[in-house]
């Protein structure tokens, strides 16, 4: 089993852990936190840094996040960005991978390892989805790339079927649910050598069988509440991360 005595989580919505309420109902919990409670068993002395905010773009990821996570000298580093902008208009693919591959290579530099992330498909539950699909594939072989070239782990949500149950997905269909999550962690844990709890990757339920009225309503009020604050947001180049800060900003122990 591999043993980490640090961790710095690093990206945006997907890493900060929306839809994954906290128990405690106060934020969101998500994959890194469950990652990083699984990495912290027997080790008293861990520490954890989760620096993701949703919303925020690659070159922000960069500018604000990854200084952070270099000083901070941990064993481990996640790495998630790039989502955001292949839902630009304005995405340029040679470019974005270019600074991958800078980026990772900067990370990797530290010592520390460096997990990555295959997307899975969301274009047919995004709006823009034929645009999508072509941009995604791109960045997931070119991840694949870097990946490989720096020696970082890279964790492929893309060959994992289940990713296609709504079952794994929040209310806004694009955020994980607390499904979602757990199966992120556990796919995590499983690159790194990590052993965790087996039901994180049991198959969810199947999707819930709704009827034509059923699914043209549900799909009419995920349009009000959640598509058209999203496009809203595109067109008035505002984020909804704006005015969102780290969650847990500091390397710190788990439990403080």
């Known amino acids: 089993m591999a043993q980490y005595g640090s961790f710095v989580a690093v990206g945006d919505s997907f890493t900060e852990g929306l839809d994954d309420p906290r128990p405690d109902g106060i934020g969101y919990r998500g994959w890194a936190d469950l990652v990083a409670g699984c990495l912290a068993t027997g ?14 773009l690659f070159d922000n990821i960069v500018a604000e996040q990854v200084p952070l996570a270099v000083a901070m000298k941990p064993d481990l580093i996640s790495f998630a ?15 974005l991978i270019a600074r991958f591959d800078r980026t990772i290579e900067k990370l990797r530099a530290t010592g520390a390892d460096v997990v990555m992330f295959r997307w899975a498909d969301l274009s047919g539950r995004m709006p823009g989805g034929k645009m999508l699909r072509p941009r995604v594939d791109l960045l997931n072989n070119a991840i694949e790339d ?13 060959d994992d079927p289940e990713f296609a149950n709504p079952r794994l997905w929040g209310i806004d269909r694009l955020h994980l649910s607390p499904a979602g ?24 339920p199947p999707p819930e069988e ?28 505002k984020s909804s991360g704006d005015r969102v800060t780290a969650k847990r900003p500091e390397l710190a122990p788990l439990n403080e």
């Open 81 to 95: 960005g790039g989502g955001n902008d292949a839902m630009r208009r304005t995405f340029e693919h040679d470019t």
């Open 43 to 56: 080790c008293p002395d861990f520490r954890y840094a989760n620096l993701a905010v949703r919303g925020r």
């Open 210 to 237: 709704l009827s034509w009225m059923s699914r043209k309503a549900a799909d009419a009020k995920w349009a009000t509440q959640h598509l058209a604050p999203w496009v809203k947001r595109r067109l008035t180049g």
């Open 181 to 204: 999550h757990r199966r992120v962690a556990a796919h995590v844990l499983t690159e790194l050598g990590v052993a965790c709890d087996p039901d994180w990757l049991a198959a969810p």
């Open 146 to 158: 870097v990946g490989r070239k720096h020696g970082a782990h890279v964790v492929s949500l893309w």
